[in-house]
């Protein structure tokens, strides 16, 4: 058995996703399960280096997650140094997504695979001009697109595979919960305050309609049009320095698809609802044959053979409890962290050239989507996609 050791710079680890999603519980999570086992001869092994502007704060975050199974975690503030440092083979990105763009296009002069946090950019241009970046510096190169590996979407990709929809006709995501907004002191803000802030790469259609186009087009079918509508609800909040700003973002956004198979899917985004449904995101299927309802996790179904017959009719109480009549799907298998599965997947495609089709060009698709939807929010008109 040999061990492949395989170093990766995480660049903007401090921050929210860098640490919770990329360092703990993908990276080092890889680390303490022994690695990642590509054949009875060969085992994938991460060795990780933590970059950014503030050495106390990677000190800190590196002295809180070293120990004894995954040692003393090295940290440095000198990018370029680690760069030029062959040992690192993975650059990876989690930094502010307008400081995106200058560290991938120094990662791939290096020679570095490229992974990164998306959206890539906040336009289709530059997304596109990035992901040539690294096509002609001839990287391997990968976008985050987690969702796709969520227990509860895996359970609609699976029914879909099975036949259970029939045709599948519409498909209704929502997304979203209360964001504070920081004005009394016991109840502040759980989102970093740049996410309300256009001019520092936020708001909801860039955040979310990235996610959203590879969610429908790798689960239901290529998205060809949208028409979108956003809002700025909550004019301001406080931020992390407890000072009140102006949100210049937009904090929801209504969104309906139209794909190319004629599927329709209308998908609400919004910092500014309270949740009374399964789960933060949820998405429901309405097929010929049946419904299916996935939450993060869960997923529960409705055969058209146990489909209720409702009457509309104010005057009694509601006779059917609608709850009732829907069945859990079972967990078919072992479902790991998402983030977790998709880093597995990109370090054995740097390392022994497995299919990684999650492309910087692919990520590009979710820009061109989000791009588009605040296109037509502006001058309030369905918006077409060209072919990327
Ligand atoms: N895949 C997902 O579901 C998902 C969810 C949330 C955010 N994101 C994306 O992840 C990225 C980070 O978001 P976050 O919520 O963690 O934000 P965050 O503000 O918590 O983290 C950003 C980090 O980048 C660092 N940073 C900023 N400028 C830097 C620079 N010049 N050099 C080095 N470090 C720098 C900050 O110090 C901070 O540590 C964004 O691009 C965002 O769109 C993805």
């Not at 509508?229 to 909550?234: L, P, Q, R, S, W």
């Not at 919004?270 to 049946?290: A, E, F, P, Y």
């Not at 497995?354 to 001058?379: C, D, I, M, N, Y």
Request: charged share 25%; with cysteine.
């Amino acid at each position: 058995m040999s061990i492949r050791t395989i170093g990766i710079i995480l660049n903007g680890v401090t921050g929210r996703m860098g640490t919770n999603q990329h360092l703990v519980r993908s990276i080092l999570a890889i680390m303490k399960q022994g690695g990642i086992k590509v054949s009875d001869d060969l085992t994938i092994m991460p060795k990780p280096i933590l970059t950014g502007r503030n050495e106390s704060k990677l000190k800190a975050l590196a002295d809180k997650y070293s120990d004894a199974q995954v040692g003393k975690i090295a940290y440095t503030t000198d990018l370029d140094k680690v760069l030029a440092d062959a040992s690192y083979e993975v650059f990876f990105d989690s930094s502010g997504t307008l400081q995106r763009a200058a560290f991938v296009e120094k990662a791939v002069k290096a020679g570095k695979a490229i992974y990164c946090e998306k959206p890539t950019a906040i336009t289709t241009d530059e997304a596109l001009r990035l992901a040539k970046v690294c096509e002609d510096g001839g990287v391997k190169n990968g976008v985050v697109q987690d969702k796709l590996w969520l227990p509860g979407l895996r359970k609609l990709q699976m029914l879909k595979e099975q036949g259970f929809f029939g045709d599948i006709l519409s498909v209704r995501g929502e997304f979203g919960y209360w964001v504070f907004e920081g004005h009394v002191a016991d109840q502040q803000a759980q989102r970093p305050s740049w996410n309300y802030r256009a001019e520092d790469g936020g708001g909801m259609i860039i955040d979310m309609l990235c996610h959203w186009r590879y969610v429908i087009d790798n689960l239901f079918g290529n998205v060809k049009s949208v028409s979108c509508v956003g809002a700025t609800h909550i004019p301001t909040r406080v931020d992390e320095q407890g000072k009140t700003y102006k949100c210049t973002s937009d904090d929801s956004a209504y969104s309906t698809f139209e794909l190319e198979n004629g599927i329709l899917c209308h998908f609400n985004s919004s910092w500014n609802v309270r949740v009374r449904r399964d789960d933060l995101l949820t998405i429901q299927v309405d097929g010929t044959k049946g419904t299916a309802v996935a939450g993060l996790r869960d997923c529960w179904v409705q055969h058209v053979s146990a489909t209720p017959k409702p009457v509309w009719n104010p005057d009694i109480p509601q006779p059917i409890n609608f709850y009732e009549g829907w069945s859990k799907v079972p967990e078919a298998t072992t479902y790991d962290n998402a983030f977790k599965i998709q880093w597995e997947l990109f370090l054995k495609h740097v390392v022994v050239g497995t299919p990684f089709r999650w492309t910087l060009r692919e990520g590009a698709k979710g820009v061109q989507l989000a791009e588009a939807g605040l296109q037509s929010w502006k001058e309030r008109k369905w918006v077409d996609l060209a072919k990327i």
